[in-house]
């Protein structure tokens, strides 16, 4: 029975879960991530959900009444399908151009007056790879022979890692007593963190290249770069969204479409976690 448990522990990923929260709680002091909870009970558009592992951070200035919620989503890829490869469109949005160069994410914001908060979102530049395409590629390795209802390992973890966050989310909004990173008059911001086993590529190439009679791109155009980390642009879905009002006003940026549908999850491989949990996100204090 012991060899088949362990197969088990291994494959569904409970193992790797839990080695991620090791990993930060040994780290707390140099990337200040600490740990609020796992497999914690949600709801999204009814469903209710389980998220992985929520972390929040320890401000050094206490005063500045900001806090950050890091909603982890854990996903050991199938050794067959372990390589994840992620490239840039050219056409996102109007304003585009500015668009790939930035991160998003959804904000709480405790009002003074009223006595719940409502939502926005902050809009950031990075020096980060971004990405908003995703494919698995097979490794030619043994993969574990588990049936799976997902088409795709990655859309899954996407979809399940924006529903734990909005979850989270309702969760605090709902919550008669507020925890006490989510005080009246301060900013909690919602980082979404796909953590995995799989290895990770970036492809630089111009998708929009291919040629007009077949759909192809040019033989041999497609070049790839192994990276830790990088931040994934997507846009979600009604159904993944959390139920708080939203400030109406903020003003709009590049449109009111990429305010309300993309948002910016960080995909993290196994030789990124020490670095993507080192980089603290104090920078998120000032909105462009």
Not at 78 to 91: E, I, N, R, V
Not at 210 to 236: C, Q
């Amino acid at each position: 029975m012991a060899p088949q448990l362990e197969r088990l522990l291994n494959i569904h990923g409970y193992s790797f879960q839990y080695s991620i929260a090791k990993r930060a709680a040994e780290l707390e002091k140099e990337a200040n991530w600490y740990f609020e909870g796992a497999e914690i009970p949600v709801e999204t558009g009814s469903e209710v959900i389980h998220v992985d592992l929520v972390f929040y951070t320890v401000n050094r200035n206490p005063s500045d009444g900001y806090r950050h919620f890091l909603i982890g989503e854990c996903k050991r890829a199938d050794p067959a399908l372990g390589d994840w490869c992620f490239a840039k469109t050219p056409y996102t949005w109007r304003g585009g151009d500015r668009v790939d160069t930035h991160i998003q994410f959804d904000r709480m914001v405790g009002d003074p007056i009223e006595s719940r908060p409502f939502s926005d979102t902050i809009s950031l530049h990075t020096d980060r790879p971004t990405a908003n395409l995703a494919v698995e590629v097979k490794t030619g390795k043994k993969g574990d022979g588990i049936p799976s209802k997902e088409k795709s390992a990655i859309n899954g973890a996407i979809t399940q890692v924006l529903r734990s966050s909005s979850g989270y989310m309702n969760y605090l909004w709902q919550a008669r007593v507020p925890p006490r990173e989510l005080n009246i008059g301060r900013t909690n911001t919602f980082i979404p963190a796909i953590f995995t086993t799989a290895n990770l590529f970036l492809t630089d190439v111009d998708i929009s290249s291919a040629n007009l009679t077949y759909g192809i791109l040019p033989k041999g155009s497609v070049e790839v770069k192994e990276v830790d980390w990088l931040w994934f642009n997507y846009n979600r879905s009604a159904r993944l969204k959390h139920n708080l009002s939203r400030d109406e006003s903020k003003g709009i940026m590049y449109g009111v479409q990429y305010r309300d549908f993309t948002r910016t999850i960080a995909i993290v491989g196994p030789k990124g976690i020490d670095s993507f949990l080192k980089t603290h996100p104090e920078w998120m204090k000032v909105q462009e």
